[in-house]
């Protein structure tokens, strides 16, 4: 499922949990009847379950048909719904006048859908459709002869912003602590994937990838050249140098490397001073001449501490195989390319050799 179907199906899901509430309201209200504390016809009530249905249909269908990627004001798609819901209730209210405080005290409720979502502005525009609906409620029930306290009115709609206000400020902070809960999960997502010392991806990312790529090549034809690349004589460097030093050479060299690369070559940390190189849509001749070039930069490189190695230089191994002409699966690719590379250390390293 991509991110987008995620976000349909998470707004779809939305909208019926939100029609569920809805429906309960009117339960309640139908509840109020049948024990005489509410007085309406069940034609309005029945009619305030049409329209119920009609509009949450509606909501439903738009992220349904796509429609709400033209909503460019509402990209999260929280207005149009919120503020249908505001226009619900404060019809319910409308129905069933004596219990219209239920119907304010509702509102938090029906807010709780956007923990998360919303912070304090979009909180604060949503109630105040909310007021809006709930203040013509009781002004044209007050016109219509109603007997109403204007003074008991006022506070209860004053009480109600106060609490909207502190409501936003919760949700605010809500809405940051779930930004920032979602940033550290994709660092922890990179870093379960990154080699830490060079931020090449790690031995673990770079054989996802190889799978996923000889999948395709088997799937749909193609082809694919692995790399398997080793740093010559690190252990003596490291031993003459010590480790701090090592690891800064290992930086250096993945840096290099990188620059010499396509952005469509993944170069990852096999492990210890071992690299892999995947070239997608490379053919065996292509990927030698791109390696060998590669060996050369390294060669020529003024690593510091070098004069502790053969040849005062550090340099590098590699071997190259090819997919399918060498293998077809993740084992077979590697072990082909390790061979070349452990011909090309035999022959006297500084070498690239192909299977």
Request: aromatic share 10%.
């Amino acid at each position: 499922m991509t991110g987008s179907e995620y976000k349909t199906r998470q707004k779809k899901r939305g909208i019926l949990l939100a029609s569920c509430g809805l429906l309960l309201a009117l339960g309640i209200a139908l509840g109020l009847k049948v024990v005489g504390v509410a007085d309406f016809t069940y034609g309005e009530w029945a009619v305030a379950a049409t329209i119920t249905l009609v509009v949450q249909a509606v909501l439903w269908l738009i992220p349904h048909l796509g429609l709400d990627r033209y909503l460019t004001l509402d990209q999260r798609y929280l207005y149009l719904p919120m503020g249908a819901a505001a226009a619900l209730l404060s019809l319910y209210a409308h129905i069933i006048f004596e219990g219209r405080v239920l119907i304010l005290i509702a509102w938090p409720v029906a807010l709780l859908f956007l923990a998360g979502l919303a912070g304090f502005r979009e909180v604060l525009v949503l109630s105040s459709m909310m007021t809006v609906g709930y203040s013509t409620v009781v002004i044209w029930n007050d016109r219509a002869g109603a007997e109403l306290s204007a003074g008991l009115e006022i506070t209860i709609v004053a009480a109600f912003l106060v609490i909207s206000v502190f409501a936003g400020i919760v949700f605010e902070r809500l809405r940051r602590e779930r930004i920032e809960m979602r940033a550290l999960q994709r660092r922890f997502a990179e870093l379960a994937l990154t080699d830490p010392l060079t931020e090449l991806p790690n031995r673990r990312r770079f054989e996802e990838i190889l799978r996923v790529e000889l999948e395709r090549v088997v799937r749909y034809g193609g082809k694919c050249s692995l790399a398997m690349i080793d740093v010559d004589y690190f252990k003596r460097y490291n031993d003459s140098l010590g480790h701090l030093a090592g690891d800064i050479a290992l930086k250096e060299l993945a840096a290099i490397m990188r620059r010499q690369l396509r952005s469509s070559d993944v170069l990852a940390r096999y492990g210890g001073e071992e690299f892999g190189l995947i070239m997608v849509n490379t053919s065996k001749d292509v990927a030698y001449q791109t390696i060998e070039r590669l060996r050369q930069a390294v060669e020529m490189y003024p690593f510091r501490g070098a004069h502790v190695l053969p040849g005062r230089r550090l340099t590098i191994s590699a071997g190259v195989a090819s997919a399918p002409a060498d293998g077809s699966s993740y084992e077979e690719l590697v072990q082909m390319a390790d061979g070349a590379l452990y011909a090309a250390k035999q022959y006297g390293r500084n070498l690239v050799r192909t299977v």
